[in-house]
């Protein structure tokens, strides 16, 4: 299959891209991982509870999971964006205000079966071969021995990863040309980063020693979890400190009256 993160973003970009005021951009983005996130469940076998990957499950498994994660994003977007680096080149400034304009419920809800049904549709365009002959008349099979999801989820990973990270840049240039730009937040580097390190490497450390950690597919899964953990966690500290410090900095800039001691 192709990678789940960047490489299955590339679609639901590109229709970002042609049509920003149709889509919700977070739904699109966590509907197109729905299906691979109950890799975070395998057992030994690399079977997980059910099947995600079928039709019925758009409504099930990824339509409620996009929505959550969708809602993860949105809380800490503003805070995680501020402390990105590359934003010359992204515009990340044009994401951060993600979590106080959401879209209406229904292109929510559109956006993440939209996002859903790219990655079930890409899944099968790399996993067999039978379209192939739909198409051109020719089957893989009677053309090499090398199996076909052998070379199409290699080349389509590698693809829509170039493509997704091109089209992001585009998307954020596009939030910021429409003034979507977020208010200043308060940046501090040293504990974001401090923060989030902390919780990657105690992450990555447990990963190796889950069930199923020995097929590449759950383990990159559950990898793309840890680091998108340490950066949300990273966000909080930012934002807990900055709550903190909000109170203290009032009280010591409140003005005395005078002759007060």
């Not at 959550?68 to 951060?96: E, T």
């Not at 793309?224 to 903190?244: D, N």
Request: charged content about 15%; proline content about 6%.
């Amino acid at each position: 299959m192709p990678l789940t993160f960047p490489s299955h973003l590339a679609p639901v970009l590109a229709l970002k891209v042609w049509r920003p005021r149709w889509f919700d951009g977070v739904a699109l983005g966590t509907g197109a991982m729905a299906p691979d996130v109950a890799y975070l469940a395998s057992g030994p076998s690399a079977r997980s509870f059910a099947d995600t990957h079928s039709w019925p499950a758009l409504f099930w498994w990824c339509l409620p999971v996009a929505l959550v994660y969708a809602l993860v994003v949105r809380s800490g977007a503003d805070s995680i964006v501020a402390h990105l680096p590359g934003d010359r080149w992204f515009g990340w400034r044009g994401h951060g205000s993600l979590g106080r304009r959401p879209d209406r419920w229904w292109i929510t809800i559109s956006s993440a079966l939209v996002g859903a049904v790219s990655h079930l549709g890409w899944d099968w365009l790399t996993h067999t071969d039978e379209w192939l002959w739909m198409v051109f008349g020719v089957r893989w099979s009677s053309v090499t021995d090398i199996a076909w999801w052998t070379v199409s989820d290699l080349s389509s990973t590698v693809v829509g990863a170039v493509v997704a990270v091109m089209l992001a840049a585009r998307v954020g240039r596009q939030g910021v040309a429409a003034n979507e730009v977020a208010a200043s937040h308060v940046r501090q580097p040293c504990l974001f980063w401090g923060v989030a390190a902390t919780v990657a490497i105690a992450g990555l450390a447990v990963v190796p020693l889950l069930p199923g950690a020995a097929f590449l597919a759950v383990t990159v899964v559950r990898v793309l979890h840890v680091l998108a953990l340490a950066l949300l966690v990273g966000g909080l500290a930012v934002r807990f400190c900055r709550r903190r410090a909000g109170p203290l900095r009032r009280r010591h800039d409140t003005p005395t009256r005078p002759g007060s001691s």
